[in-house]
């Protein structure tokens, strides 16, 4: 099998593959924020959660949904700050991951990866990352509500 990339290539492809993966089962997992409610344990991401409260009219009272799922639409997550995290880190993930899988086919594929490809590809998988992690685009803080 030919390569078009050199021994730092090959290795650079595994290891754009290893943090694209990482990144996209953080963006997916809802553990984001943990915290306590109604004395039960509950968490959420962008746009996934557990254990969350749903009325329920037939006793007039708040109940909790011990189960994960993610939330109806859109616009049923909670912020308009919670939106934006989820597009942006949903296509920091998509980046970096057109990027790893292009070039772990680089690894098979001869002359597919040029000196040219290759700075484009970090370009755009350093825009991924900063899409993904947000450090450097003044998101390394985050507002966090208390959950009990």
């Given at each position: 099998?030919?390569?078009s990339l050199t ?42 959660r557990c254990s ?97």
């Amino acid at each position: 099998m030919a390569s078009s990339l050199t021994c730092a290539g090959i290795v650079w492809a595994f290891l754009s593959f290893l943090c694209a993966a990482t990144s996209c089962v953080g963006f997916f997992m809802p553990y984001w924020l943990l915290g306590s409610q109604l004395e039960k344990s509950v968490s959420f991401g962008t746009f996934r959660r557990c254990s969350y409260p749903v009325r329920d009219e037939s006793r007039q009272m708040t109940v909790m949904v011990e189960q994960c799922g993610r939330y109806a639409s859109f616009q049923a997550i909670p912020s308009a700050e919670w939106r934006i995290c989820t597009v942006v880190t949903g296509l920091g993930c998509g980046l970096l991951l057109l990027v790893a899988l292009t070039a772990l086919m680089g690894c098979c594929v001869s002359e597919l990866i040029s000196r040219t490809v290759g700075r484009v590809a970090g370009g755009i998988q350093f825009l991924g990352g900063k899409c993904s992690f947000g450090e450097g685009m003044g998101m390394s803080r985050l507002s966090v509500w208390r959950l009990s």
